[in-house]
């Protein structure tokens, strides 16, 4: 492993050719390898260490424990003018949100605002890199899945509820959009990792010890770590929620992802990480996901919302800053400059890297520098 929050440097399209080529080493199709490479380059590329490289692994476990069919292709079954349900035939979230998100795109082109519901695939990343997909098409997303059950409701020591991501985007002109990337808990697997290997505790006491019901802010007493892996960890204790909102914003969402989704599964019959990792998992990593757009063109003139957009984010620039404050920003506003300046050079965590290259491409013979040297060639 790395030295402790040791970051590496490396080139982003080096990264996407063997994020891909991984793949569909691992029988992935080129779309499917595409959907996968696209979506965690998108991460990477916003700066979000810990939904970039790493979170591949959450894919290649499920993958590895044949809970995740790799070779199938996720369906439309059902739809109407503005909605669809997409089967994800127990795919990657990566290539079913794919679809869903295209999906949605397209119906709400067409008339103004869509919903698209998925259901049977597995982990999907980042949350953000499929709302990204409806900035650049001018248009408004609000998307999210349920997940593996790892959090508590708000009083209780069992983890019944999800870990989930949500996300939301609209356009904007020449300064960054309001662009909403958060999750719905304390933490996930990642923090485990990182208060392992380096020793991070978390902001609140929302670690619950499973047999006194004490709480604390130090996973790593509490620490599964599965081998040849750098970011799943599975973990013994319950997870606690500190405050109501985030409670609330989490039934809800499990409501938009499950219970109205017809194919959903809900979060407490949705196999655990544990269950995941020592191969006994019945069912996908994810019961449910949703995606709403809207093309706000349909209703006015885009350029008038891309202004006032625009006029937000200065207001919220130019506020005040409170004392020792590094100043205000718009939510997203550095992964947004990322990714418009499309930089050739992109960091991930070297605790992620090594894993990577030495469990999931070493297992097809490769090595870093084998795949450089590919790479390389095929460039000329």
């Known amino acids: 492993m790395g030295a402790q929050g040791e970051t ?7 990264l996407r050719y063997c994020l891909k080529r991984v793949w569909m080493a691992e029988g992935a199709s080129e779309e499917h390898g595409d959907a996968v ?3 965690l380059m998108v991460g990477i590329r916003q700066g979000k260490l810990n939904q970039g490289l790493g979170v591949y692994e959450a894919i290649d476990l499920t993958h590895q424990m044949g809970a995740l069919d790799i070779k199938a292709v996720p369906t439309v079954v059902n739809e109407g ?3 669809a349900v997409i089967d994800g035939k127990r795919s990657s979230g990566y290539y079913t949100m794919t679809k869903v998100a295209k999906t949605a795109i397209a119906k709400a082109k067409e008339h103004g605002i869509s919903i698209v519901f998925g ?3 597995n982990d999907a990343g980042s949350f953000g890199s499929y709302t990204w997909l409806a900035h650049q098409e001018g248009c408004v997303a609000q998307t999210s899945n349920n997940s593996v059950p790892m959090c508590s409701p708000l009083g209780g020591m069992g983890n019944t509820i999800a870990v989930p991501p949500l996300d939301a985007i609209g356009p904007s002109g020449e300064k960054p959009p309001v662009w909403m990337s958060t999750k719905l808990c304390e933490w996930y697997d990642a923090d485990t990792a990182q208060a392992v290997l380096q020793g991070t505790k978390l902001k609140y006491n929302a670690v619950i010890d499973p047999e006194t019901g004490a709480l604390g802010n130090d996973l790593a007493p509490y620490a599964r770590p599965v081998e040849g892996y750098g970011r799943v960890y599975d973990q013994s204790c319950f997870q606690n929620l500190h405050e109501p909102r985030v409670y609330m914003l989490n039934l809800w969402n499990e409501l938009l992802t499950a219970i109205i989704n017809p194919g959903g599964t ?4 949705v196999p655990t990480l544990t269950d995941f990792v020592d191969g006994k998992a019945e069912g996908t990593s ?3 996901s949703y995606y709403i757009c809207i093309d706000p063109s349909k209703f006015g003139p885009l350029a008038d919302v891309k202004a006032k957009s625009d006029r937000f984010a200065e207001a919220i620039e130019n506020t005040k800053p409170l004392p020792e404050s590094r100043g205000c920003r718009m939510p997203g506003a550095s992964g947004w400059k990322s990714l418009m300046s499309d930089a050739e ?3 991930v965590l070297a605790s992620h890297w090594e894993p990577f290259f030495k469990t999931q491409a070493g297992r097809h013979g490769w090595t870093e520098e084998s795949l450089r040297k ?4 095929q460039r000329k």
């Open 286 to 288: 994810v019961g449910g």
């Open 119 to 121: 259901f049977n695939h």
């Open 374 to 377: 590919d790479w390389e060639a």
């Open 345 to 347: 050079e992109v960091k």
């Open 81 to 83: 003018p503005s909605w």
């Open 8 to 14: 590496k440097k490396t080139n982003a399209n080096f």
């Open 266 to 269: 809900i979060t407490p019959e």
């Open 37 to 39: 490479a696209d979506a």
